[in-house]
């Protein structure tokens, strides 16, 4: 009996190690995305390719985290992009 009470204890203490890995890595992924968000709507376009050059000269998170994170980047460079053409033409229309 008391061997099965050491092994029952120590899966408990392996499921919390297991569970603070996994919210580890998901407040992880949220704030790379977060900063992805953040760097890919800066004016110079460059800054919104650090994170996935990093992600992939790293290797750490696989490939999906480089999708990811090249999504966000496209889609704020598409808003950006976007928003700055209809200001053009605005501009275009006042003349």
Do not use: T
């Not at 996994?22 to 900063?35: D, K």
């Not at 760097?39 to 999906?64: D, Q, T, V």
């Amino acid at each position: 009996m008391e061997v099965f009470h050491h092994f029952h204890s120590g899966m408990a203490g392996m499921s919390i190690l297991v569970w603070g890995i996994v919210i580890f890595y998901i407040a992880l992924l949220i704030g790379s995305c977060y900063l992805q968000v953040r760097l890919s709507k800066a004016e110079e376009w460059w800054k919104g390719l650090i994170l996935p050059a990093i992600a992939l000269i790293f290797h750490s998170f696989g490939n999906a985290l480089v999708v990811v994170l090249l999504v966000i980047y496209g889609v704020n460079r598409y808003k950006i992009k976007k928003h700055k053409d209809e200001i053009e033409k605005m501009k275009i229309r006042d003349l």
